[in-house]
């Protein structure tokens, strides 16, 4: 039995595993918080947190760079890493777990924290997958339809920056910005709360996972907004540097986002 939070409501979810949840709204300023406790658990676990960060550097830098000659590709690989990241971020949670039961950090267990639920993670990132890749099919697409209608004479040797500064090419981001913001909002809303959730109850099914995730950010649409707007503007901050700064990003928001999961899921039984 967990005790319940001061707040101004609480919503009850049934799952069809038996699991009996009951989610608390929570208010804006939260968000400051989860940063700032998110910040204590990298001090507690520096060496976990930095190899974290360093394979997150390796893998955005790396990935733009093998796609450096593709711009359009690069532009589905940074908006498909915001959407990949919770799932990334499953051995960071791992280590907020275990620091929050008083237990040492340790980089071998969360290497391997999928594994006691590794059906249901499968599960979420074969829709996560199929999401992503309609994602990276469309912006080509996108970009092939707007400049397909222009009567504007590309200059070749400038290339997508000379695309970019017509009219087709300003159409054509403004497009990208509102149907990737549309995209990116719902696979937040799906995984903000099911990657915590299948770590933290093992009896859960991947499904269940993302209906609450979705409804618990349904409830709480104010701090959940402002919170989605904080994680892409920092990720994005991270792919702008070629991932450096996400030698620091990645655990700082990965561990505030298990604090944030933390105050807006608890629990009327013990089952796991």
Known sequence: MVTLSTASSYHTHDTTDGIHIISTEVPVSRSLHWLKQGWMDMARAPGASLFYGVATTLFIGLSLMAARDLPFLMMAIGTSFVMIAPFLATGLYDIAY????????????????WRDNVGNFGLYVASLGVIISAWSIITPLMAALFKSQSLLIIDPDAGFISFLMTDAGINFMIAFALIGAVVAAFVFAISVVSIPLLIDKHKLDAVNAMIISYQVTMENKGVMTVWALIIGSLVTLGIATLGVLMVVIMPLLSYASWHAYRDLIQFNDDSR
């Open 98 to 113: 275990r620091l929050e039961r008083g237990e040492p950090p340790s980089l071998l267990h969360s290497l391997s924290s």
